[in-house]
């Protein structure tokens, strides 16, 4: 969570990280898919090693919201997958919503990745905030 913050604290500023290069809000459209891509794949994992769990809507819905996320980054305009990403991450965490309830995931896993969900999704949310004041010419 704490790249995620350090972007929205820094897309207010729209300045280009490291004197060139990408912007906050472009850091946190990258870094948000690949950490969205690695959560997609604790669900296959979660397949993998616990047949027990229904194949199709788990590998399916991993899938979707990776693919998402991917397209969130390489859509030209940021503010769109600024929008896009949080979606992603909150379908993400309804999959553990579904793994916790047939007890896949370990107790202590559920309110660490429901509260890092909400405080990613709130700093997207600020990051795209910045990013539509900046186009407005705030």
């Known amino acids: 969570t704490l790249p995620f913050i350090a972007c929205a604290?820094?897309?207010w500023w729209d300045a280009p990280v490291f004197m060139f290069?990408?912007?906050?809000?472009?850091i946190a459209v990258v870094y948000?898919?690949?950490?969205a891509s690695?959560?997609?794949?604790?669900h296959w994992a979660a397949r993998v090693y616990r047949p027990e769990v229904s194949a199709l809507p788990t590998l399916v819905m991993s899938n979707v919201f990776a693919l998402s996320a991917w397209l969130a980054a390489m859509?030209?305009?940021r503010a769109v997958g600024l929008v896009i990403l949080p979606a992603c991450f909150l379908g993400l965490l309804a999959v553990d919503a579904g793994l916790r309830r047939v007890?896949?995931?370990?107790?202590w896993f559920w309110p660490l990745r429901r509260n890092a969900t909400l405080v990613v999704c709130a700093m997207l949310a600020l990051t795209a905030f910045a990013t539509a004041a900046q186009a407005r010419g705030a």
């Open 9 to 11: 604290a820094l897309a």
């Open 21 to 26: 290069g990408p912007t906050p809000k472009d």
């Open 32 to 35: 948000g898919a690949v950490i």
């Open 38 to 42: 690695f959560i997609a794949g604790t």
């Open 75 to 77: 859509v030209p305009w």
């Open 103 to 107: 007890g896949v995931l370990p107790a």
